[in-house]
Every structure is written in structure tokens, then in C-alpha cells.
């Protein structure tokens, strides 16, 4: 078959529709992926957006062509499809979604059985090639569909890792995403005082993208936060896995912090476990691991390689910086709203604003926050700045990392969009005002081709 090979991305599949991303090419990752997994039932999930339910249809075809039963979840969010292969024991699963990536875009998340991830090292390079050659096995009889509602199991499934909240006003921007869907549900299960914004589905987007790792699209959640005093606002992504939050005085808790807040708390749940955190998170993650006697180790950015690390450590919790958030607990899987429930909980336990617990650990560190910058030879641009800085402590475990006594930073190539991302970190202003100003300038001289 003759498609578009790009969209097969490092641990997902994603495109835009239909330039990219067709009914077609959805047909026979469905095939593909009936193929790859072991016997059982296949669970089949899909966010809001306008081709989502037709591509999801398409997925469905080709594994009930392949012989295989199709639960079909409905619209979902992504970490209720993990839960939905953890807790029902599927063979596997697909979630039709994009994230946070804008409107025109569409993809699919692969799952493995146990909730094992399906990325490029783990089988998505094996999907692609049975598409690209059209080799599937023969089907096994004809596959059939049945549909399972797992909303009220999940987000009880979800509530179990905050035993102790009390009613605080909490603010959720759903970014009209599929978090949405958990609202009503939170309002019915627990004392929390919830006020919403964005909660109706629309893949349009029709109010702010929904990524909230950019600081433009969290700011009608700090003006509710502000507004109503309340205890803190919680954003999620576009398919719901991914949170952050803004404390009670509506500053931006970055992931970094409350990656390290939800170190310390796991922490005194199992004292020594293991952490682990990606690669261009704050340094203040594996110190506040390391203060709190855990064992921290560093892994690469993307959801399929750290729930394959935190098998093979045996991790109890990890961390990155866009606001994805891994538990033991949950198969292991990423949960934007189990993040955000642990720290409505620690919130409830401990008496204190966010703001106070956060103060320690923003105290520190100052960071550029992430930078994307539109580069055709990524690599190119890469080794110029390589260059520039190479009287530095370098790495290379994602992207390049180089690091000095008092600032690092890590450039490294998006892998779900064509970008170059760029994160700073420092001890002081002055520092990370002026690295970020040469870094930007040899990265814009790499773009204009003066090099």
C-alpha cells in the first residue's frame, strides 16, 4: 500500500486529515495491528474531533476483517483506553486521537497487551512495514463489535489514588477536549466544587487549542482561578491525558514542579522506590528524589519508551515536563486526571496552598519554558549549536543535552510534529536571558541557510 510513511511517528501515528491520515490507511493499521497482538478481544477508542468517529470506524473494519472482536469504548479519554486494556485483560487497544495537536490533525495511539507500549522500537515499525507490504495474515473468520461503557469505573478506578479530598473549589478547563467527559462525574462522586470552562466536546477547538503547555491557552483558566479564589485550576490536553494546573494565586505550576511534588508524595507512600523523569525536565526532579531517598532515573520524552523503562525498573511513578504523569499503580500508564486528583489530595492532607507547597521547589531553577522553532534540517541546526556550546558536559540520551555547573539546555526534534524544540534551564536570569538570545540566533541563522 502507498501512503504518506511520515504519520508513522517515535510511539504514535499521526497526520493531517486527509492529506495524510485517511479512512484507508486507518483500514489497515486496524489489519496491521490485528496481525501484531496476541489473541483476545481489541478495545477501540476515539476523541471529539469531526473524522475521528469515521477513521475509528475504519480501525474497527480492519481488525473485524482480521477476524478480531472490537470493544468499542465510544468517545473516550486516552488514559481510559490504558485503563480499559489493564483492567479488562484485552489483547490490545487504539485510540483514535491527536493530542494537542490543532484541529486538521488526526492519529492513533497504539496499546499492547498489560497496557504495554506500542512505539517505534516495540512494534509500531512492524505494523508499518506489514502496511507498506501488504502482508497480513489470513483472516481467522469474521470479527464482530460490542460496545462497553467505562466511564464510572474509570474515574472510580481514578479516585482511589486521593482517599482524602475534601471539598475544595477547584476550576477545570477542558480546552473543549475529551477531559470534559470527567467532570460531571468528579461532581457526582466527590465533594469537590467545580467550576468549568470548555467542557463541551468540539475538535474545533473553538475557544483555545488545548495544549496546555503553552501559557496562552491557560490564561482564561488563571482569570477563573483568580476570579473566584479558588483552590487551584487543573487544564488538560486534548484527549484528556495530560494536566497542569495553576496554583491558587493563579501562577503556572510547571511539570518540573509538579512532577517533583508528586515525587515526594509517592515517596512516602513506598520509601527507596524508584522514579523516573525525562530528559529535559528540571533539575529539581531528581534532587527532590534523591532529598526524599528515592532512586531517580533519567529516560527519553515520549509515553512508549517510560512505561517500557518503568517495567524494566520496576517504578513506582514518573514524570515529564509537557504534563504527562505515569503510575505503577495504573498499569503503568499516564493519567492526567490521576495526576491531578493526587494533588487535590496532598492539597486536602496536608492543609496548605498550592502556592506553599510549590514555593521549595520553584525557588531554584528558572526555565525558558519550551520553544519550537519550524526547521527543515534539524540535524543540521542541531550540530551548529553542538558546536557553539562544546566546551559543555554533552549527552545525547534525547536530543542533545548540554550542561554546565549553573544552566543546561536540551535540543532535541519533536516527535509527533515537524519541530525543533528547545528547553533552558538556570540558576539566574542574566544566564538564561543570554544563552536562549545566542541559541535562538544560530537556530534562526540555520533556518535562513546563512551558515
Known amino acids: 500500500m502507498n501512503f504518506n510513511q511520515s504519520i508513522f511517528k517515535a510511539y504514535d501515528i499521526r497526520g493531517k486529515v486527509p492529506a495524510e491520515l485517511t479512512p484507508e490507511v486507518a483500514r489497515a493499521v486496524g489489519r496491521a495491528l490485528a496481525d501484531f497482538l496476541p489473541p483476545g478481544e481489541v478495545a477501540l477508542g476515539r476523541d471529539m474531533r469531526p473524522d475521528s468517529s469515521e477513521l475509528a470506524s475504519a480501525l474497527s473494519a480492519g481488525l473485524t476483517g482480521q477476524g478480531r472482536v472490537v470493544v468499542d469504548l465510544g468517545q473516550i479519554t486516552s488514559d481510559m483506553m490504558y485503563y480499559a486494556v489493564g483492567q479488562y485483560g484485552f489483547a490490545g487497544g487504539a485510540m483514535v486521537t491527536a493530542s494537542h495537536n490543532p484541529g486538521e490533525y488526526n492519529g492513533i495511539k497504539l496499546t499492547a497487551k498489560g497496557v504495554a507500549p506500542i ?52 476550576g477545570i478547563d477542558a480546552g473543549n477536549g475529551m477531559g470534559g467527559i470527567i467532570v460531571p462525574e468528579l461532581q457526582k462522586l466527590t465533594n469537590l466544587q ?15 487549542p ?42 503556572v505550576v ?20 524508584t522514579i523516573l523523569y525525562n530528559a529535559i525536565t528540571s533539575k529539581i526532579v531528581p534532587e527532590t528524589i534523591a532529598a526524599a531517598g528515592g532512586k531517580a532515573i533519567r529516560t527519553r520524552v515520549g509515553h512508549s519508551f517510560i512505561k517500557a523503562d518503568m517495567r524494566q525498573h520496576g517504578a513506582v511513578f514518573a514524570c515529564e515536563h509537557s504534563g504527562h504523569f505515569y503510575f505503577q499503580d495504573n498499569y503503568n ?25 510549590c514555593r521549595p521547589l520553584r525557588q531554584k531553577y528558572l526555565d525558558s519554558g519550551e520553544i519550537n522553532f519550524d526547521v527543515s534540517d534539524k540535524d543540521k541546526t542541531i550540530a551548529l549549536v553542538s558546536e557553539h556550546y562544546s566546551d559543555g558536559q554533552t549527552d545525547n540520551l534525547d536530543g542533545t543535552t548540554i550542561s554546565y555547573p549553573d544552566w543546561w539546555f536540551n535540543l532535541r526534534p519533536s516527535n509527533t510534529e515537524p519541530l525543533l524544540r528547545l528547553n533552558i534551564e538556570a540558576e ?24
Open 254 to 273: 510547571s511539570g518540573s514542579v509538579l512532577g517533583a511534588l508528586l515525587s515526594e508524595h509517592f515517596l512516602k507512600l513506598n520509601p527507596g522506590a
Open 119 to 170: 512505539g517505534e522500537d516495540s512494534g509500531l515499525s512492524v505494523i508499518k512495514q506489514t502496511i507498506t507490504d501488504d502482508s497480513y495474515q489470513p483472516p481467522s473468520g469474521d470479527g464482530t463489535v460490542r460496545s462497553l461503557d467505562i466511564l464510572d469505573g474509570w474515574v472510580k478506578h481514578a479516585l482511589t489514588f486521593a482517599p482524602n479530598l475534601t471539598a475544595l473549589k477547584v
Open 210 to 251: 488545548a495544549n496546555p503547555l503553552v501559557y496562552e491557552n491557560l490564561k482564561d483558566l488563571i482569570e477563573l482561578v483568580k476570579a473566584n479564589q479558588l483552590d487551584c485550576g487543573i487544564a488538560f490536553d486534548g484527549d484528556g491525558d495530560r494536566a497542569f494546573m495553576v496554583d491558587d494565586n493563579g501562577e
Open 194 to 208: 467545580i467550576s468549568g470552562l470548555y467542557l463541551e466536546l468540539d475538535g474545533t477547538f473553538p475557544n483555545h
Open 333 to 357: 500508564a499516564d493519567s492526567g486526571v490521576i495526576a491531578a486528583l493526587c494533588v487535590l489530595d496532598i492539597i486536602s492532607q496536608t492543609g496548605k496552598k498550592l502556592s506553599e507547597l
Open 428 to 451: 539566574n536570569p542574566e544566564t538564561l536571558k543570554q544563552n536562549l538570545e545566542v541559541i535562538s540566533k544560530i537556530i534562526q541563522k540555520s533556518i535562513d541557510s546563512k551558515y
